[in-house]
Antibody, heavy 116, light 108 residues
């Protein structure tokens, strides 16, 4: 059974870049779809984007100008970079896996706060 | 973007009762690629139902999904204490993938 674990700073300053990694065990990131989803009390669950076949990506248009998702097959990890963050980007960030677009396995989530 | 609207916002029921949760899409969800998730405090969402009516692995048969096109329902036939949580619907037919705002199922 695939397991996912998010890692990265819990505090990011406004205007800087939020960077998170997701380590995958029990599955290969060379296959399937690997997504980032975030959750806030105000906006609920928001899909950020996914990477598949270790290189092709698809992003939410609302975040596309600021998002990059990449993969490192040697570490079986994929990563999220979100630039020019504001307080509105404060959220719990989840990494997920899906056989298709459906996120059927989730990491435990990591809280990222944007504050000076 | 497909907007998913869930109702009610909060549902207050007792253990043993039947729960019916609704999810309405702003446009037809192709192939009924509509899923339901359960989320408990401090935990990640857990997949319950996919393709509108298929139970995910390990999900008890008291959970069932139905519906098509724009109207979908999650039914919990007899509520157990562990079922009180927040439930989200989700469509993965059209990009961007979207979620409903959630229904909170609370103990009456």
């Amino acid at each position: 059974q695939v397991q996912l674990q998010e890692s990265g700073p819990g505090l990011v300053k406004p205007s800087e870049t939020l960077s998170l990694s997701c380590t995958v065990s029990g599955g290969s990131i060379s296959r399937d779809y690997w997504s980032w989803i975030r959750q806030t009390p105000g906006k609920g669950l928001e899909w950020i984007g996914y990477i598949y076949h270790s290189g092709s990506t698809n992003y939410n248009p609302s975040l596309k100008s600021r998002v990059t998702i990449s993969a490192d097959t040697s570490k079986n990890q994929f990563s999220l970079n979100l630039s020019s963050v504001t307080a509105a980007d404060t959220a719990v960030y989840y990494c997920t896996r899906g056989g298709g677009w459906l996120p059927d396995s989730w990491g435990q989530g990591t809280l990222v706060t944007v504050s000076s | 973007e497909i907007v998913l609207t869930q109702s009610p916002g909060t549902l207050s029921l007792s253990p043993g009762e039947r729960a019916t949760l609704s999810c309405r899409a702003s446009q037809s969800v192709t192939n009924n690629y509509l899923a339901w998730f359960q989320q408990k405090p401090g935990q990640a969402p857990r997949l319950l139902i996919y393709d509108a009516s298929s139970r995910a692995t390990g999900i008890p048969d008291r959970f069932s999904g139905s519906g098509s096109a724009t109207d979908f329902t999650l039914t919990i036939s007899r509520l157990e204490p562990e079922d009180f949580a927040v439930y989200f619907c989700h469509q993965c037919a059209h990009s961007p993938i979207t979620f409903g705002q959630g229904t909170r199922l609370e103990i009456k």
